[in-house]
């Protein structure tokens, strides 16, 4: 028998208590963000980095991903944080986070952000200047709530990277409660409403990147990954909760284009807001039950990806922004071909740009690979 078998069979015990579908979870959220963004790029109402014409099938999409999207993510940090706790101090993972968060946010304010910004100047202005006129601009100018649209400063898709740092600072108190217990939370069904009627009330009148909406998100997954109950309850409704999750979403997807526009102060708003609500906590504990009705094995595409999920997400979005500049400028056909096109050039350009880092030592750190 091989060394390579050797290993694979000590480690055998080893994974059988890994959660593989959370893993797998987060690559597939990933790889949804190259849809979710080259939409973005079409729709009705919202500015974006690059912009084509306006259409509605594109802005339908996207609506329909906002209100759950990347609370997926912040739920898997949130439980995905106490299994790494079994494996370090407090200290330690503290200082994970500032090397694997605030590292890699540093240097891509300094460097992968300005890149987006000048395709940002060219579409938007017809940029013509060099680097250095890039860098004033971005730097000096911020005059849309930091979102970059105009080419200034924001920290463009990286602000999930300092949220993540700044709500595990936060819910500091909630991890050490957690080390310091032995029991686990028991809950009932029930919770599944309490938990969205929290969500409404924290969050109303917000926007979707609502930082309390993530906080809740984050420590519910640091109280509940001990939870049999919960993970019991999940998988137990999948069907039910994915499918409620799916047609409100649908819905919101034509909602949020009047909801946008509307007062948060009249009972129309409420009731939207309710109902976005639901689509939110329902999508969230649907896709974590059907991942672990579906998705608990590995295989080495998904090992793959996995190991390359964060650096995947760290280079999406300059590669995204500069194809659709280019897609948006050369290629004449219908918004549905732009967006293929889009989609599989930054796929295949950001895979081949993880790759190449990886041969970089001082990159690869940035890039969280070991």
């Known amino acids: 028998m091989n060394a390579q078998a050797d290993q694979i069979l000590s480690n055998a015990g080893l994974n059988k208590s890994r959660k593989f579908y959370l893993d797998n979870i987060r690559v597939f959220i990933i790889l949804g963000l190259f849809i979710a963004h080259s939409c973005e790029m079409y729709h009705l109402q919202d500015g974006f980095y690059i912009e084509g014409s306006k259409a509605f099938m594109p802005t339908f999409v996207y609506n329909s991903l906002r209100s759950w999207y990347m609370s997926v993510l912040f739920l898997i940090a949130g439980l995905t944080t106490m299994y790494s706790l079994k494996k370090r101090t407090i200290g330690q993972y503290y200082i994970e986070r500032f090397k694997r968060l605030l590292v890699p946010f540093g240097v891509g304010i300094m460097t992968i952000v300005p890149i987006q910004a000048y395709f940002v100047m060219k579409n938007h202005f017809d940029f013509n200047g060099n680097i250095l006129a890039v860098y004033k601009h971005f730097f000096t100018t911020c005059k849309d709530g930091f979102y970059g649209y105009d080419g200034g400063f924001t920290p463009a898709h990286l602000w999930f990277l300092i949220y993540l740092f700044a709500i595990s600072l936060i819910a500091y108190p909630v991890i ?35 930082i309390v909406k993530y906080i809740a998100f984050f420590i519910a997954g640091l109280l509940l990954y001990d939870s049999a109950d919960f993970f019991a309850l999940t998988k137990k409704y999948n069907g039910v909760l994915f499918g409620i999750g799916i047609f409100s979403n649908l819905c919101m997807g034509f909602m949020l284009m009047k909801m946008d526009t509307m007062s948060v102060w009249i009972w129309q708003y409420a009731c939207m807001r309710l109902l976005w609500s639901a689509a939110c906590t329902t999508m969230v504990f649907g896709v974590i039950g059907m991942g672990q009705k579906y998705l608990n094995q590995t295989s080495h595409l998904m090992s793959w990806l996995s190991s390359r999920s964060f650096a995947i997400y760290y280079v999406h979005m300059p590669v995204l922004i500069a194809a ?44 969280g690979m070991k």
């Open 176 to 210: 050490r409660y957690k080390q310091k217990t032995t029991g686990s939370l028991h809950i009932k069904d029930s919770f599944l409403i309490w938990f969205t009627l929290l969500i409404y009330i924290i969050s109303y009148g917000q926007s979707d990147e609502s």
């Open 324 to 367: 659709g500049y280019f897609v948006m400028r050369y290629v004449q056909t219908y918004a549905f071909a732009k967006i293929c096109i889009m989609i599989s050039v930054s796929v295949v350009v950001t895979i081949f740009l993880v790759e190449l880092c990886r041969k970089i030592p001082g990159i690869r750190f940035v890039l």
